[in-house]
């Protein structure tokens, strides 16, 4: 083999291993960084708003109260409750492909995880569900917010829908803001809308083990 041929096939395998080795670095070392946003001054009433972050070792679903002082979810979004309005609001947020052609991980295939990969327009899901802190203690979380906070949580996030009635013959699924891509996914979201709210987090979660860790640490 002719060796520009040689080199050519280096970079052809070099450059990806490069980019992933580069990316899962800085997910890493990003993790460790903490961030919190500057708001203006608000009074606060000295409650506490309990909300969680629930893993199924992928991927992180915000988890709120679906009624209390601040919110009625089921007056709001009624088609999650389709299958009974339980008493918690189980929120992600994710690629379109991926969300609604890939049930089971036997359903996935090449070209859904390409395009889940690299670029796809995004859809919320929404379904009321028990408790969190019955999920494995592993891959839970518990925050507990101040007023001002939650009160930013629940307007960031209800912002975040781009049309109010499901996809067809989906209940559980809405299109939203924003597209689904390396730089932001769906555990990436969760942090966001944490750090929307005021809450420190850290500087950039695409995965879920680092952003667990964190709140471990943290709260």
């Known amino acids: ?42 009074a606060a009433d000295g409650a506490v708003h309990s ?4 893993s199924n070792g992928v991927h992180i679903n915000l988890v709120l109260p679906a009624r209390d002082a601040e919110a009625d979810w089921p007056q709001w979004l009624p088609e999650a409750g ?38 796809d327009s995004s859809v919320l899901f929404a379904r009321y569900g028990p408790p969190p802190h019955t999920a494995e203690p592993a891959y ?13 949580l629940l307007a960031d996030v209800r912002a975040q ?4 009635a499901p996809l067809p013959g989906q209940p559980h699924f809405y299109r939203a803001r924003g597209a689904y891509q390396p730089l932001q996914t769906c555990n990436e979201w969760v942090r966001r809308r944490l750090y929307h709210a ?22």
């Open 161 to 164: 829908w781009a049309e109010p």
């Open 140 to 152: 839970v979380r518990r925050l507990d917010l101040s007023t001002p906070q939650y009160r930013r």
């Open 1 to 42: 083999m002719p060796s520009r041929w040689k080199k050519w096939c280096l970079r052809a395998v070099s450059v990806p291993f490069f980019i992933v080795l580069v990316y899962g670095m800085a997910s890493l070392l990003l993790a460790l960084v903490p961030v919190q946003r500057s708001l203006p001054a608000e």
């Open 82 to 119: 389709v299958d009974g309005v339980g008493e918690w609001l189980y929120l992600g947020w994710g690629s379109e492909a991926f969300y609604t052609q890939v049930p089971t991980w036997g359903d996935l295939t090449p070209s859904v995880a390409a395009k889940a990969l690299l670029w």
């Open 51 to 54: 909300v969680y972050l629930v």
């Open 198 to 219: 005021g809450v420190r987090v850290p500087a950039w979660t695409p995965f879920d083990r680092p952003l667990l860790w964190f709140f471990e640490q943290h709260f």
